[in-house]
């Protein structure tokens, strides 16, 4: 499986961003999703991850009720919608695959990683 995330750039606080990734492959829909986010010098940090049919979802404290994750089966893409975005929401976001479908916070269970897209948000 091959991913490729896009739509970061720069936003103010209190604004919003969709994060799309595109996967290759005709077994997307059956592994979980998930997203993280790196800033410089710190851990890769868990933020959304989603169920193989898109049941279920779990998400980071810090972006609960703000960020919302989806899926498109039939378009091989998930996605990230972000409101009401904060300056602490600035990191490079990943977006990962997982063999198995159920979902998973630990970035150890992912097998397949895309490329990352920055997300700045200014105050």
């Known amino acids: 499986v091959q991913l490729q995330a896009s739509g970061g750039g720069l936003v103010q606080a209190g604004g919003s961003l969709r994060l799309s990734c595109a996967a290759s492959?005709?077994?997307?829909?059956?592994?979980?999703m998930g997203w993280f986010r790196q800033t410089p010098g710190k851990e890769r940090e868990f933020v959304a991850t989603?169920?193989?049919?898109?049941?279920?979802?779990d998400y980071a404290d810090s972006v609960k009720g703000r960020f919302t994750i989806s899926r498109d089966n039939t378009k091989n893409t998930v996605y990230l919608q972000m409101n009401s975005l904060k300056p602490e929401d600035t990191a490079v976001y990943y977006c990962a695959a997982r063999s198995w479908g159920s979902t998973s916070t630990g970035s150890d269970a992912y097998d397949y990683w895309g490329q990352g897209t920055q997300v700045t948000v200014s105050s």
């Open positions: 989603i169920s193989w049919k898109g049941g279920s979802t």
């Open positions: 492959g005709r077994t997307f829909s059956s592994y979980a």
